[in-house]
């Protein structure tokens, strides 16, 4: 079970920081994505870290703004999120990879666990 928060509403230029708790004890064998949905829109990848959080991968819009880390310990993945921007307005979503020790990958397909979302908003 993936338990996502940390959403709110923030002014452009502003920073939030989601997080994803995970229950379960495996939690450090699988990796993680975040994946976001804007009104009207398609989900779509926003970043992906790898079992062992050594292999990252982001989405082109985010990049050098956006930073996903986890901590096994706490079972939890995180968002760092920077520099927002009105175009970041989505409700974000964890997700855990379908398989242990899985390559990072950016395909929905992939992930076979979802969390609810948590809504970000960013006014201009």
């Known amino acids: 079970q993936l338990q996502a928060s940390g959403g709110g509403l923030v002014q452009a230029g502003g920073s939030l920081r989601l997080s994803c708790a995970a229950s379960g004890s495996t939690f450090s064998n699988y990796g993680m994505g975040w994946f976001r949905q804007a009104p009207g829109k398609e989900r779509e990848f926003v970043a992906a870290?790898?079992?062992?959080?050594?292999?990252?991968l982001y989405t082109d819009s985010v990049k050098g703004r956006f930073t996903i880390s986890r901590d096994n310990t706490k079972n939890t993945v995180y968002l760092e999120m920077n520099n927002l921007q009105p175009e970041d307005t989505a409700v974000y979503s964890c997700?855990?990879?379908?398989?242990?020790?899985?390559?990072?990958?950016?395909?929905?397909?992939?992930?076979?666990?979802w969390g609810q979302g948590t809504l970000v908003t960013v006014s201009s």
């Open positions: 997700a855990q990879r379908d398989g242990r020790y899985h390559a990072v990958t950016s395909n929905p397909a992939d992930f076979g666990s």
């Open positions: 870290t790898s079992w062992s959080g050594t292999k990252t």
